[in-house]
């Protein structure tokens, strides 16, 4: 289709590389305080920005505002001090950010990448016939061609094609998703007039001149939906790490919905040395009981990235 020119994954895409030197974020949502999942992330992504001698930005990703936590945000900003990171520049709070998320599905419309959706969440149901591959349904594209006369437009979606969008990441090694089997056209622009978890975080990691995505692996099925929104809009894309996820005695990721504990800042350390060690570092026995200056020396100094393992150890990788 020549509309999708712009963002062809058969065609050989243009790479752009970031003309800055390495630039790496976290970005938590605040729908809840940090847990050790999150901590595993937070100390990933620090550790690999400052082993490059990179930057090490904070997004705080409130684009949902009804999945937002009233004091969750400042919480969050908390307990990262408590447990001593550092990082460059203000945060960048994506509740702020909706004109630049408006400008770029503007870009997308004017070029015919984005479409208008009329489909309600039950339509889609009665309709799909694939699974999509994180839940959920893949969209039939119902709308593609426009909306039935008389119906009015929900939301905006994104034309996706049928060709392997793959990349190669530094932890998981050679992932490849056809964004038209498992996905199908996504939402950019949500019924209720949000924008879409992916917009956002395409749009800022360019906006932020990210370099490299260090995250956890519950992420990855999310990463060729924005590999494909960069192609579309001209973006650079960065490098992906996928770490390990961690999970609870019942094998189940850590999250707020299957209520994680809360990291406490009076455990920093011991919680530190057990985020390192479930990223693979060779933690001394003793580490997790020294002050936080002494943890981070040492992680500064004996970080391995290549020591990452694929997946988590055991079942219950929260013990700390
Ligand atoms: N805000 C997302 C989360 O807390 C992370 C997004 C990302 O790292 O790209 O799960």
Redesign the pocket.
């Known amino acids: 289709m020549d509309s999708l020119a712009g963002c062809h994954p058969g065609a050989v895409p243009i790479i752009r590389m970031h003309e800055t030197r390495y630039r790496g974020r976290f970005?938590?949502?605040p729908t809840g305080p940090l847990h050790f999942g999150s901590l595993v992330a937070a100390v990933g992504s620090y550790l690999d920005a400052r082993a490059h001698g990179g930057e090490w930005l904070l997004r705080m990703?409130d684009v949902d505002t009804p999945r937002n936590v009233p004091g969750a945000a400042a919480d969050i900003l908390k307990t990262l001090e408590a447990f001593g990171f550092e990082w460059d520049g203000p945060v960048l709070w994506q509740s702020r950010r909706t004109d630049a998320y408006a400008a770029a599905l503007d870009k997308l419309k004017a070029g015919d990448l984005a479409y208008g959706c009329a489909c309600s969440r039950r339509e889609i149901s009665d309709s799909a016939t694939r699974p999509a591959i994180d839940g959920g349904l893949a969209y039939p594209g119902t709308c593609r061609d426009g909306v039935a006369h008389g119906r009015s437009v929900r939301s905006w979606r994104l034309r996706v094609g049928g060709e392997e969008v793959a990349f190669s990441d530094r932890v998981q090694g050679r992932q490849a998703q056809s964004l038209e089997r498992d996905v199908g056209d996504f939402v950019l622009l949500r019924a209720d007039g949000l924008y879409a978890y992916q917009l956002a975080?395409a749009v800022d990691d360019e906006f932020q001149g990210i370099s490299d995505?260090v995250?956890g692996a519950d992420?990855i099925a999310s990463t060729p939906r924005q590999i494909w929104l960069q192609r579309c809009l001209g973006y650079a894309t960065p490098q992906y790490a996928h770490l390990p996820v961690a999970t609870n005695s019942a094998g189940e990721k850590l999250s707020k919905q299957t209520r994680a504990p809360a990291l406490r800042p009076d455990q920093a350390g011991r919680a530190l040395a057990s985020a390192l060690a479930f990223l693979g570092q060779a933690v001394p026995p003793d580490l997790g009981g020294a002050g936080l200056r002494e943890i981070w020396d040492w992680a500064f100094l004996h970080w391995s990235f290549a020591a990452i393992p694929r997946h988590a150890a055991g079942r219950d990788t929260l013990a700390c």
Do not use: H, I, K, T
């Open positions: 970005a938590p949502s990703e975080v995505v995250r992420l």
